[in-house]
């Protein structure tokens, strides 16, 4: 069993690495947050792109949304 303050590996498991549960906690928050503005208010005109899972594939869809 880890220290209190370290993220348990089984969150870890499909979710981003951060080296203490406060810190992993309000990168919840903020991502959260980030989608549901993205939900209620429409497609926001930039983005935080650390707020997602898979930064990459979100710059990849990006680029293949454009020329469609």
Not at 13 to 36: C, H, M
């Amino acid at each position: 069993m880890g220290a209190l303050w370290q993220v348990p590996p089984l969150w870890l498991k499909n979710a981003w690495y951060s080296p203490t549960v406060g810190i992993w906690f309000q990168s919840l928050l903020s991502r959260f947050e980030q989608f549901d503005k993205w939900i209620h208010s429409g497609r926001p005109k930039s983005f935080w792109l650390p707020g997602f899972t898979n930064g990459q594939g979100f710059l990849t869809a990006c680029r293949q949304e454009v020329p469609r």
